[in-house]
């Protein structure tokens, strides 16, 4: 069955970068789109950044663009997520996601990973 | 960017009856609305899609209604499994945004 496993997360210092990776598998990963959604403590749902199934597009929520890069190996089935001047604000559990097909609802989550931004 | 409202923030329901939640959409996303069930600790599961279709595996007393602005969420004969927070989420319109979630406690 489909498996997301997000890895990477942790405490970081505002101004410093880390790297999410989430490692897919049972389903044919470069099919498809793929996403990164995040959760800040107690809060809601917000998409962070989305990959066309072969990597040629990508996009990011203004509160990321310019910060967070969104990438993809199809031959490794991994998706990652490039997190460099991080915030107080971007501490959140971040989830990658899967659609079903060409929609954007998502079907399939990650477990998570908690990043903490804190001095 | 759509805004998606949801009602009540929080939701205080006896085991055994039935739950209703609405979702208001800022303009018309048609049919193309989802729902989320999220437990703590947990991620988001998905149980409507399409406004009114079942995701795989979720069962009957999970229902969903409405197009165009206005959406509902209906749960018949709460189970103490279904006690959580409910998202709904558009994907009618870029980027796929969600609503500020719903909790359903224990009354």
């Known amino acids: 069955q489909v498996r997301l496993v997000e890895s990477g997360g942790g405490v970081v210092q505002p101004g410093r970068s880390l790297r999410l990776s989430c490692a897919a598998s049972g389903f044919g990963f470069s099919y498809y789109d793929m996403l990164w959604v995040r959760q800040a403590p107690g809060k809601g749902l917000e998409w962070v950044a989305l990959?066309?199934?072969?990597?040629?597009?990508?996009y990011y929520a203004e509160s990321v663009k310019g910060r967070f890069t969104i990438s993809r190996d199809n031959s490794e089935n991994t998706l990652s997520l490039q997190m460099d001047s991080l915030r107080a604000e971007d501490t959140a559990v971040y989830y990658c996601?899967?659609?079903?097909?060409?929609?954007?609802?998502?079907?399939?989550w990650g477990q998570g990973a908690l990043v903490t931004v804190s001095s | 960017e759509i805004v998606l409202t949801q009602s009540p923030a929080t939701l205080s329901v006896s085991p055994g009856e039935r739950a209703t939640l609405s979702c208001r959409a800022s303009?018309?996303?048609?049919?193309?609305l989802a729902w989320y069930q999220q437990k703590p600790g947990q991620a988001p599961r998905l149980l409507i899609y399409g406004a009114s279709t079942r995701a795989s595996g979720i069962p009957a007393r999970f229902s969903g209604s409405g197009s165009g602005t206005e959406f509902t969420l209906s749960i018949g004969s709460l189970q103490s499994e279904d006690f959580a927070v409910y998202y709904c989420?558009?994907?009618?319109?870029?980027?796929?945004?969600f609503g500020g979630g719903t909790k359903v406690e224990i009354k």
């Open positions: 989420q558009q994907y009618n319109n870029w980027p796929p945004v």
């Open positions: 990959i066309s199934f072969d990597g040629g597009n990508k």
């Open positions: 996601a899967k659609p079903p097909g060409r929609v954007n609802y998502f079907d399939s």
């Open positions: 303009q018309s996303v048609i049919s193309n």
